[in-house]
């Protein structure tokens, strides 16, 4: 039997293979073409992720370097030792990032409490004193 005759006795078998066969291209086309995220923008996004439903809670920086904050907090007993990466946001730590060592509040998440964040595009764990010397550094 010819193609032609299966899709003369059967149209509607014939077009409903014909869809099957144009959205598998579609999916295939959409999967290639796809733009792969940057690590810069996956940890945006987990940074972003952090802020919108983490838990705030007090740690201490213990050591800062230009791109670098490291800190510890503790979570129900445990105590967590952690660095950031903040060479992206930079912009909102202004000055030395070696004055920024003491006490900060950190933002985790709950079902990962090593997953925490001292700083975000959104939200700073900061004190009001670092804050206060980035506006006065942007005022002059």
Same mark, same amino acid.
């Given at each position: 039997?010819?193609?032609?005759?299966?899709?003369?006795?059967?149209?509607?078998?014939?077009?409903?293979?014909?869809?099957?066969?144009?959205?598998?291209?579609?999916?295939?086309?959409?999967?290639?073409?796809?733009?792969?995220?940057?690590?810069?923008?996956?940890?945006?996004?987990?940074?972003?992720?952090? /802020?919108?439903?983490?838990?705030? +809670?007090?740690?201490?920086?213990?050591?800062?370097?230009?791109? /670098?904050?490291?800190?510890?907090?503790?979570?129900?007993?445990?105590?967590?030792?952690?660095?950031?990466?903040?060479?992206? &946001?930079?912009?909102?730590?202004?000055?030395?990032?070696? $004055?920024?060592?003491?006490?900060?509040?950190?933002?985790?998440?709950?079902? /990962?409490?090593? /997953?925490? +964040?001292?700083?975000?595009?959104?939200?700073?764990?900061?004190?009001? $004193?670092?804050?206060? &010397?980035?506006?006065?550094?942007?005022?002059?």
């Amino acid at each position: 039997m010819r193609v032609l005759d299966l899709v003369s006795q059967y149209p509607v078998a014939a077009l409903a293979a014909a869809g099957v066969i144009v959205a598998s291209a579609g999916v295939a086309v959409f999967w290639l073409a796809r733009r792969r995220l940057t690590p810069a923008e996956i940890e945006k996004r987990r940074r972003l992720r952090v /802020n919108q439903f983490g838990r705030t +809670i007090e740690a201490t920086i213990v050591e800062a370097d230009a791109s /670098n904050l490291y800190y510890t907090y503790d979570v129900q007993g445990i105590e967590y030792s952690a660095a950031q990466d903040v060479s992206a &946001l930079v912009g909102l730590i202004g000055g030395d990032p070696a $004055r920024l060592v003491g006490s900060v509040s950190v933002k985790y998440l709950r079902e /990962n409490p090593a /997953n925490s +964040i001292v700083l975000c595009e959104e939200w700073s764990g900061l004190p009001a $004193r670092a804050m206060a &010397l980035q506006a006065q550094q942007a005022g002059k």
